[in-house]
């Protein structure tokens, strides 16, 4: 068994996040760790597809959250650009993350201490231009079934 994944391009990033999208609950919480460029919005981008989402799946580099219309709605935060973890006291962040929709976090760091406990951190590594690694680490209670990687 192993928690890691190697991709090696951006369509097979997607198509390993549409597979994983099959294994995420409503009010799931998933935080996608990883440097510029390393696929964060890719693997979003996947996951959307699986869950019937028809917008297009970008960085939301000016808003911290973009939702989508899907089965149920996707609340995709990119925290990037957030100045301090209070900043999402504003938004009604802890709303969002205890709501009905599934929950993607870019940046997460970004948000301290307001983390969930239970959510799913993937950490993503560039390995060289088109290779990426994908390391899971199910975090609280969050159930994980390994044998989807
Ligand atoms: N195996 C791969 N998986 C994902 N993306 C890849 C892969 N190989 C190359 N790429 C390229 O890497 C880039 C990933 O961009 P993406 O916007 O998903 O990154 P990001 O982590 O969301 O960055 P940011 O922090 O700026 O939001 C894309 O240009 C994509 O084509
Ligand atoms: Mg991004």
């Known amino acids: 068994m192993t928690n890691k ?3 090696y391009s951006a369509e097979e990033t997607k198509n390993f ?3 994983l999208s099959a294994h995420l609950q409503p009010g799931d919480v998933v935080c996608l760790f990883g440097n510029l460029g390393s696929g964060k919005t890719c693997l979003a981008q996947g996951i959307c597809r699986g869950w019937g989402v028809q917008e297009p799946v970008v960085s939301p580099s000016f808003t911290l959250l973009n939702e989508y219309t899907a ?5 995709h935060f990119d925290l990037y650009r957030l100045k301090s973890p209070s900043e999402l006291l504003n938004i009604g962040f802890e709303e969002y993350l205890y709501g ?3 929950v993607l976090i870019e940046w997460p760091e970004n948000a301290g201490s307001q983390l969930p406990q239970d959510r799913l951190d993937i950490f993503i590594t560039i390995r060289s231009p088109e290779e990426r690694e994908f390391k899971m680490i199910p975090v609280g209670g969050f159930p994980m079934d390994w044998d989807i990687l």
């Open 17 to 19: 996040g549409q597979k």
């Open 100 to 102: 009905e929709g599934l």
């Open 71 to 75: 089965r149920h709605p996707v609340y």
């Open 5 to 7: 994944l190697i991709t």
